[in-house]
C-alpha cells in the first residue's frame, strides 16, 4: 500500500451519464484536480471523500442520496493534480515569511522601493486600497517585477473594489474584516484570500466561506501566545499575523505558527521621500526582518523533525 498523504473531502458534479465532469479538492492547499472513475456511477450530486496515495491515485467514497436515504460506493480513481494560481501564491507567501504591506505609497517611489526590497529578500507586497492611485500602482508593480514578485492588494472593504484590484493584476487580497461577499468575488476569480479576523468564530467562519489564509488583526493586541492557543482547535487553517509586529517580536509570531506576518511602518513609511539613505536604511531592515524569519523558520522545522 503507497503512504498515504492526506484526506480530503469535496463536493462533486456528476453529469446524468454518471461521468464526473467538475471536482476541486481542497487537499489542504489550493488546487484543481481533474479525475476520471474507473466505474461510472450513476449520481447526480455528491461529496467526495479521498484519500491521496499519490499524485495520480486516490481511493475515493461518493456519498449520495438515493430514496431518501444514504447510498455509499467506493471507486478507485485516477486523479491529476494542477496547480492554481493561487497555490504558487500561497507557496511564495509560506516561503518569505513576510508580507511589504505598502499603505499610502507614491507611484513616482514605488519601484525604487519595491526594487530595493526584493533585493533584500522581501518579494511580497501588499498595496493597500485607500492609497490615491493605489490600483495604478498595483499594475505598474505587476509590470516591473512580474517574475519575481508577488503584488497583492490590502485593506479592501467589498466585493467591488476586490473585483477592481484582481483586474488591476493583484495576486492575493487581504481585507481587515471578514465580509463573506468580498470572499467569494476573490475565489469566484482564483486569486488567494486573506480576510481579517480576531476571535476563533471569525476566523472559522473565514475559513469555512474559502479563506485561503486568515490575517489574525491586530496581533499586537494578544500577542504571540493567542496566535498559538489558536493553533491549537485549528491546525489546519493558515494565519497571518498582522499589526505591532516589529524586529523584537516577529520570531516570537512565526515560531508561535502563523506562515507570515504583515510589516507596515516597522518596515518603512512609503509616504516618506525616497532618499538614497532612505533606501539604504530600509534594505538593512528588510535584510534584518528576513533573517529573524528565515531562524524562526528554520527553528520550527528543526523542532518539527525532533
Sequence with gaps: ???????????????????????????????????????????????????????????????????????DNQHSCKLILKERESMSVFLDLERNGIVAVLRHARIQTIVPIAQ???????????????????????????????????????????????????LAGAQFVVSPTVNIETIRTVKRYGVLCMPGAMTPSEIL?????????????????????????????????????????NLENVEDYIKAGVVAVGLGNSLLDPSKEMTNEELIRLKETARRFVKKVRNAKQWLMDRKLG
Design 1 to 71: 500500500m503507497p503512504k498515504l498523504i492526506r484526506y480530503v473531502r469535496q463536493s462533486i458534479k456528476i453529469s446524468r451519464n454518471g461521468l464526473i465532469h467538475d471536482f476541486s479538492a481542497a487537499v489542504g492547499r489550493p488546487m484543481l484536480a481533474d479525475w476520471t472513475c474507473d466505474k461510472n456511477a450513476p449520481l447526480e450530486r455528491g461529496t467526495f471523500f479521498g484519500q491521496i496515495y499519490s499524485s495520480d491515485h486516490v481511493l475515493v467514497q461518493v456519498s449520495r442520496q438515493k430514496n431518501n436515504k444514504i447510498v
Design 116 to 166: 530595493t526590497l526584493k533585493e533584500a529578500g522581501v518579494t511580497v507586497l501588499e498595496v493597500t486600497m485607500e492609497t490615491p492611485m493605489a490600483l495604478r500602482i498595483i499594475e505598474k508593480l505587476c509590470i516591473e517585477f512580474a517574475d519575481n514578485m508577488t503584488i497583492g492588494a490590502g485593506t479592501v472593504l467589498d466585493a467591488e473594489t476586490a473585483r477592481s484590484a484582481i
Design 205 to 245: 467562519t473565514a475559513y469555512e466561506f474559502g479563506a485561503d489564509i486568515v490575517k489574525v488583526f491586530p496581533a499586537n493586541v494578544l500577542g504571540p501566545a493567542y496566535i498559538k492557543a489558536i493553533a491549537g482547535p485549528f491546525p489546519h487553517i493558515p494565519l497571518l499575523a498582522t499589526g505591532g509586529i
